[in-house]
């Protein structure tokens, strides 16, 4: 692995860890603000809330120990498009929500710019799966193995956060908090 890919790591890492740990000191907050500000039915957004404030500091310590060289950045990458897509959907919809990419209480708007941090973070992910692929026996095939594995988690994720919605939300899909009350 180079020093840029050394670097990558540890910075995407303390980032995860960062952010993770920030949640995770007002987890009911979090879960309450992305019911909020992301449209989503309660149990969804406890569903979302449990699995950002697990996973991040979780690959956080992944990427700083270097454990799980394609798994965590594979995960990461999933983790980091998924916010960016969702940030991109409110600021479409003209939504003024909080980031809250460290904090349950960042005031700073969700823009274009929270999108672009993401997309960065996603492609250095996504460098870290390639670059390991690249010096693995084999590598081509896990390439191109990783880009269709992230294509099928992020539908599948899709799928799931609906289907959750649906059997939970009383046969009906919710599109808005208000529909939950």
Request: proline residues 4%.
């Given at each position: 692995m180079t020093t840029l890919s050394e670097a990558i790591r540890l910075a995407i890492g303390?980032?995860?860890?960062?952010a993770g740990?920030?949640?995770l000191r007002d987890p009911f907050r979090f879960v309450a603000a992305i019911?909020?500000?992301?449209?989503?039915?309660?149990?969804?957004?406890?569903?979302?809330?449990?699995?950002?404030?697990?996973s991040e500091p979780g690959l956080g310590l992944c990427h700083i120990a270097g454990l799980a060289p394609v798994a965590?950045?594979?995960m990461g990458a999933f983790l980091f498009s998924s916010f960016g897509v969702a940030t991109a959907w409110?600021?479409?919809?003209?939504?003024?929500?909080p980031c809250m990419c460290f904090s349950?209480?960042?005031?700073?708007?969700?823009?274009?710019?929270?999108?672009?941090?993401s997309a960065f973070a996603a492609l250095g992910e996504v460098s870290l799966i390639l670059g390991r692929a690249r010096s693995t026996p084999g590598g081509d095939e896990l390439s191109v193995g990783a880009i269709v594995w992230?294509?099928?988690?992020?539908?599948?994720?899709?799928w799931a956060a609906e289907a959750v919605e649906f059997v939970f939300g009383n046969g009906r899909l919710v599109t808005h908090p208000a529909e939950t009350a």
């Amino acid at each position: 692995m180079t020093t840029l890919s050394e670097a990558i790591r540890l910075a995407i890492g303390a980032v995860l860890l960062l952010a993770g740990i920030q949640k995770l000191r007002d987890p009911f907050r979090f879960v309450a603000a992305i019911h909020e500000n992301y449209s989503l039915g309660r149990t969804a957004a406890l569903c979302v809330g449990l699995a950002v404030m697990t996973s991040e500091p979780g690959l956080g310590l992944c990427h700083i120990a270097g454990l799980a060289p394609v798994a965590a950045p594979l995960m990461g990458a999933f983790l980091f498009s998924s916010f960016g897509v969702a940030t991109a959907w409110l600021i479409a919809r003209g939504e003024n929500a909080p980031c809250m990419c460290f904090s349950v209480s960042d005031t700073e708007p969700a823009t274009a710019r929270t999108v672009a941090r993401s997309a960065f973070a996603a492609l250095g992910e996504v460098s870290l799966i390639l670059g390991r692929a690249r010096s693995t026996p084999g590598g081509d095939e896990l390439s191109v193995g990783a880009i269709v594995w992230s294509v099928v988690v992020v539908l599948g994720a899709l799928w799931a956060a609906e289907a959750v919605e649906f059997v939970f939300g009383n046969g009906r899909l919710v599109t808005h908090p208000a529909e939950t009350a």
